[in-house]
């Protein structure tokens, strides 16, 4: 639950440091005096996008700093572990507080701080729907959107793996009719592509270029294109080496004889006419390398110009297709690939139909289970919200969820289309909310609604602002009753107008606007006993506070205390949060 919020500088707060309870808490203050800047605070530091039009006047940034208290098995103690966001001292099995911070500069982003980490923006929005609800009076336009009533359904029934198994079937299905869809353009163009992948191929077939080819060419080109200086290289190195009486073959063999003979006066010389030897052997085999390569040697003109004809293929090849030479092998593997695919659409065609008749039959029978569960909770979700608006002075009124199948193709939220309908009155029919609903009939449906989804939420701390505009007397107090009933099982924050409301807090705040002529601040105090006496006193007079109406104001409070007090008893000791 929230322990503890401290704003600055938003708006026309300077400083506020403000500690909260178990139970409701109810926030009151005469209009203007700054009850809303309190919620776009908090709405701040739960991620809410904020500009920087909320920034006090003069000030270069604002922050809002909140602290959450974590029971033991809290669901955001998990989630923080998954993120790597837990601190320290959150490591252990014992009961700690969490810290979110939003600082909102007047130049630059917006920074936010989980436990000190800093996070995006994002991810402190994704934490704050496991931590607090806010409810606003635009939630009434919610209520009144019919496109919001299917997942009001689907939330009451608690079948969130339903829904699942439903989009995904729907997303597979709808996978296979797009690669259908895509597969029959294909097919449209298949004859002009394949006409012209065959010529292609073709012409790469008979051209059959190898990876490497091209400098293997050029190498050989050159060699053709320079075989007379290359056979008179030739020539020369062999009559150097071999072909004459002081060859270096020949002088290299007379020394090592003379060294040979020389052994025999003094062996040391032996290494040397060894060695001598050796590269003797070694020149008359290069000598003779050099007389194949010279024989070997082709002057014919033929294949120099076959060598430049398949040169001249391979570039024009290249170019036409603008790839490398090299390049051109795997662009022949390539079409033979498509001409394949080409091949087989037929085969595949036939694959994508029973594929898409199995995904359909998937998709048909879980959002047939799925229709089986909304209409088992449509009909509870009626009943329940009847016997909560029949705790706030309606009745006599009638509500259900009706659904119907949709007009369109099936989608990835199923096979219908809900609608919240109601009949205020006996005698008239059902009728869709937008169409009758006034607005403290939809305060009180809201309230009805949030009642009955409350212990659906994993939120320890709901805030209800000004839910209760539009009525007033016994209905008025029929609304703090239920928020009081929500207030055992959560933590709940009311800003009310209504001192029938706010008579049913545990613990009351007084928003309040100061000025001292030159500058406007906004202070909230949590009142004492007396004080609270005397502003309900004021909520119920207006600017002058009589004595009937402190006597009102009295007997107000300790008949919503006795009955507060009454219901907590009746409250299974089950449903008492930690906190």
Known sequence: MLRQLIVENVALIVRLELTFQQGLTVLTGE???????????LSLVLGERADSTLIRNGCDKATVQACFHLPVGHAVRGWLAEKALLSSSEEGDGEEELFLRRVLPRNGRSRAFINEIPVPLATLAELAALLADIHGQHDHQRLLNPGTHLAILDAFAAHQELVETVRQAYEKWHAIVAEQKLLRQKQADAADRQAFVTFQLAELDAAEPKVGEMAELEQQRARLSHADRLAQAAQSALHLLREQNFSAASLTGRA???????????ESLQPLATGLRSLHYELE????RVRD??????????ELAQIEDRLDLLRRL????RREVDQLPALRQEWQEELQQLDSMEERENTLAQNHAAAREIYQ?????LTVSRREAAG???????????ELYMTQARFAVQLHSNRQEPRASGLEEAQLQISPNPGEPLKPLHLIASGGELSRITLALKSSLAHLLPVSTLLFDEVDVGVGGRVASSIGARMAAIACSRQVLAVTHLPQVAAWGAHHLKV?????????????HTLSPEARLQELARMLAGEVVTDAAREHAKSLLADCQAASQNKAMQQPQQQRPAS
């Open 318 to 321: 290249a170019r036409k297709h």
């Open 285 to 288: 085999d290069a000598a003779e």
């Open 365 to 369: 029978q879980a959002a047939a289970r």
């Open 256 to 266: 090592a004889s003379e060294l040979e003979n020389a052994c025999a006066w003094d």
């Open 380 to 390: 509870r979700l009626g009943q329940a919200i009847e016997d909560q608006l029949a």
């Open 512 to 524: 309040e606007k100061e000025s001292d002529g030159q500058v406007t601040r906004v202070s909230v």
């Open 293 to 302: 390569y010279w024989h070997g040697l082709e002057l014919d003109p033929g």
């Open 31 to 41: 209009t203007g005096a700054g009850k809303s800047i309190l919620i776009d605070a």
